[in-house]
């Protein structure tokens, strides 16, 4: 198994908590900023800004409000909202409180959201006024007791006289303490996509964060001055980056609103930012929409993308717009803490061979990244096995969950590790490049294909970021055929399909290739591979009948 050496931010946090001086609260950065900075732009969002020391007084309300339990701490919070100011004080109360957040997309039909209410066992529950219109009988017999909502006097009659409103909190005094919380203490609960159909809550340690905070402001050198970005969704952990790589350097949230989330060129001027940190399907939509011109975005000093594959010509296309902005691809599942290996682009890049997609790079300091093998062996370099991870920044396991936490969370050697379900290598160098999930292997007429394998060449064959490929139609794991889609590309599907003729065997070659005007994307920012799936099966039942 790889190894990494202990760092000077390692060692001070090792450090502090053997001297048993931290308190790990996420909450606890804005507490330090919020006596120190307290008259400087903590978050703007929704029309609304916020000074450090006016968010203190909210999240404390917000704080004060919540259920405590036997130890004074607050329980599990549900936030069900999004680019708000009330999410963000609904997260940073919570916290306060000491106790773990729960984001819940807003885009999650009414069963699903029932069904998190129900497995998170909520104590309270903080919505916005997106999150309000979710909130129908059904949805509302599930919902905890208490609930705090922006203006109560709107709501219909249904919601019943349990409910509270931002307007009737009160915060006495300044800021206290957030409440102490140990290093394994669950600071959220992030609920993903699982196999079976059935979300899987990722339970996160607030110690996790607090290493990830440190590795980042190690990395980049974040101050009081950035203008740094909310471009995510709270359901999406980059959102948890963004907010508190923010606060603890004392810098300024501006939080991207919904209808510029896949635009976002005029916000990054507007607001003069100077971080940026998203999916890399924003350059793609960019240029789609042709605002990703030479020296648009001089402000941005750092750029980072994660979540899927950042092509090479998307890579150079963000550095021409953001010339004055050191730019890295970052690496790192849900159950690592938003990132935990990178890669700067450089010039030339390093780009994975045969894929012209930027490396993932090297681990962070206090994690441990290998390529192990179907019997969890550790593997060579330049063999192609599974990407595992080990280290500070794991998560504590899936709620409820203990089978699944057993067997994605192995000891191998004395170690924990996770199994991440992606393809990988490491080369000669170190440098470590990931090849898609294994999840995305199909069999087409026997033969094994990569689905983020076609993707590259039908993205560089087309000259657009926007194409990706889906398995169609499958049975029993074996597909008859590959289906493409392209967005934002000048030639014709036959001419497409003529060019990967010269790339791909005739078996990984798309039977059919469809130009869409606009990629279906989730809450993510990432491409919804399901939406197209959908698509095909509707289009297939209507020439069956």
Request: glycine content about 8%; hydrophobic content about 40%.
């Amino acid at each position: 198994m790889a190894s990494t050496a202990t760092t000077p931010c390692e060692i001070r946090s090792l450090m502090s908590s053997r001297a048993g001086t931290v308190n790990y609260n996420l909450a606890q950065d804005f507490y330090r900023n919020a006596l120190v900075n307290s008259g400087r732009l903590a978050l703007s969002a929704g029309g609304r800004n916020l000074s450090y020391r006016e968010l203190a007084a909210l999240a404390q309300s917000v704080a004060a409000w919540l259920p405590r339990g036997a130890d004074g701490r607050g329980g599990r919070v549900g936030i069900l909202g999004s680019r708000s100011f009330e999410a963000c004080v609904g997260v940073l109360g919570t916290c306060w409180a000491g106790g773990t957040y729960v984001p819940i997309s807003l885009k999650l039909p009414e069963a699903r959201v029932r069904d998190v209410f129900e497995r998170a066992g909520l104590s309270a529950l903080i919505v916005d006024t997106g999150g309000t219109r979710l909130l129908s009988e059904q949805v509302l017999s599930a919902a905890p007791r208490r609930i705090l909502v922006p203006d109560k006097s709107r709501l219909p009659p249904h919601f019943g006289d349990t409910i509270a409103d931002f307007g009737s909190l009160t915060s006495d005094g300044g800021p206290t303490e957030p409440v102490p919380v140990r290093g394994d203490d669950i600071a959220y609960i992030e609920f993903t996509s699982g196999t079976t159909g059935v979300p899987k809550g990722v339970m996160i340690p607030a110690g996790a964060v607090h290493h990830y905070r440190m590795v980042m402001q190690e990395r980049y050198g974040f101050t009081a001055d950035d203008r740094i970005a909310e471009t995510a969704d709270l359901c999406f952990d980059v959102s948890v980056s963004n907010m508190f790589t923010t606060w603890a350097a004392g810098a300024s949230l501006h939080v991207v609103p919904t209808t510029q989330a896949m635009a976002p060129a005029k916000f990054i001027q507007e607001h003069a930012l100077t971080v940026w940190f998203s999916v890399p399907s924003i350059i793609a939509m960019l240029q789609q929409m042709r605002l990703l011109s030479a020296g648009a975005f001089p402000t941005l000093r750092y750029s980072m993308f994660i979540g899927e594959p950042l092509a090479t010509r998307s890579a150079l296309a963000w550095r021409a717009a953001a010339p004055n902005s050191s730019i890295d691809n970052l690496y790192g599942p849900t159950e690592a803490t938003v990132a935990c290996l990178g890669q700067r682009i450089e010039i030339p890049p390093l780009v994975t061979p045969e894929r012209d997609v930027i490396a993932i790079g090297r681990p962070f300091p206090g994690t441990e990244a290998a390529i192990v093998g179907p019997m969890q062996d550790s593997l060579p370099p330049g063999t192609v096995g599974e990407i595992a991870l080990a280290g500070v920044q794991l998560a504590a396991g899936y709620l409820d969950a203990p089978d699944l936490t057993a067997s994605r969370f192995p000891t191998i050697a004395g170690k924990r590790w996770y199994l991440t379900g992606d393809l990988g290598r490491q080369d000669a160098s170190g440098v470590f490049h990931h090849l898609g999930r294994i999840d995305n292997q199909v069999k087409v007429m026997g033969n094994r294909v990569e689905l983020e394998e076609i993707d590259s060449h039908l993205q560089a064959v087309s000259h657009s970021a926007l194409a990706v490929a889906v398995a169609w139609p499958v049975s029993h794991g074996t597909a008859s055929g590959i289906t493409a889609f392209v967005a934002d590309t000048e030639l014709e599907p036959a001419q497409i399909k003529d060019a990967l003729r010269h790339r791909l065997p005739s078996y990984a070659v798309p039977t059919a290739v469809y130009r869409i005007r606009a990629m279906p994307m989730t809450a993510s920012g990432k491409v919804d591979r399901k939406a197209l799936l959908a698509t095909l099966e509707r289009e297939h039942e209507l020439r069956s009948t």
